[in-house]
């Protein structure tokens, strides 16, 4: 059977992909972010995934407002990347686990998770910036993958603990997947930030720290709050956090920190990096 080899929850700040492209890892702005990620690349090259499992949320590429799905899974054989309108350098198709992809799909049906299907795909920043991050300088990202959609954008939302119960089903379809590959689950976005309205920049730090301390010692202890609640505490992006829930759960039990990393801000946002290993 396949196995989990642990998570990666991480921010997905379109700005990111402009930092790449034009070399600033050093500029004394993006230096503390990206000096982040050289310990959890290091533990990637120690526990050599073969597939990641990423769970994101889509910007208005494949899904608008006027139709929303709560959970979608990728199915296709590759997933284009296509820019949005923030004019980052558009990357090679990802390959897709089709397999993986599949298994996943009807197992979470069976556990009454009403799924869409999607079987063309264009993935967007929130998808390829993580990736990029993980594996730099690649010419083609070195693992399969399987897009994982939730909405953290069209009221209503998913429960925080309909999210951690998501993410416990990948997990168990993915441990139940007839093969020996070696699977990471990344989550991307967040962490705490509003990118509009009154409480324009809007960051917060204390629940930040929190929720990333709890995420590996009591991940329970978010889905005490509602989603309205954690658009209060977090900004209405700031949400995004369900995308770290989903993917903590999918680790099952108890989890050990790799590495993490906590900045602010980039491009006003509350910018998040947590490896988790599986016990």
């Not at 993958?145 to 009221?155: A, D, E, I, R, S």
């Not at 991307?188 to 960051?203: K, N």
Request: aromatic share 10%; charged share 20%; hydrophobic share 40%.
């Amino acid at each position: 059977m396949a196995r989990i080899v642990g998570g990666i929850n991480v921010t997905h700040v379109p700005y990111i992909g402009r930092a790449i492209a034009n070399n600033l890892q050093q500029d004394a702005y993006w230096k503390p972010f990206f000096d982040g990620f050289p310990p959890v690349r290091d533990w990637l090259a120690k526990v050599k995934p073969d597939v990641a499992v990423v769970v994101y949320n889509d910007h208005g590429l494949n899904f608008f407002l006027d139709k929303m799905p709560t959970f979608a899974v990728g199915a296709a054989p590759q997933y284009q990347n296509a820019d949005e309108g923030w004019g980052i350098p558009t990357l090679p198709p990802y390959t897709g686990d089709q397999d993986l992809s599949w298994h996943m799909i009807e197992s979470l049906i069976e556990d009454e998770f009403d799924i869409t299907t999607c079987q063309e795909m264009l993935v967007d920043h929130a998808f390829t910036l993580p990736l990029e991050l993980l594996w730099p300088n690649q010419k083609q990202c070195p693992v399969r993958t399987v897009p994982v959609c939730v909405n953290t954008v069209q009221f209503p939302l998913p429960t925080a603990a309909r999210c951690f119960n998501f993410g416990r089903a990948i997990g168990k379809a993915i441990e139940s997947w007839d093969s020996d590959a070696r699977v990471v689950v990344i989550g991307t976005g967040g962490l705490s930030h509003q990118l509009d309205g009154q409480r324009a920049g809007f960051i917060n730090k204390e629940f930040d720290l929190m929720f990333m301390d709890k995420l590996v010692t009591d991940p329970l202890w978010v889905t005490r709050y509602s989603v309205p609640d954690l658009v209060e505490l977090t900004g209405t992006q700031g949400v995004e956090l369900l995308n770290w829930l989903t993917t903590r759960g999918a680790l099952g039990g108890e989890v050990t920190k790799v590495h993490a990393n906590y900045h602010i801000p980039i491009s006003n946002t509350a910018s998040g990096l947590l490896a988790m290993e599986v016990v």
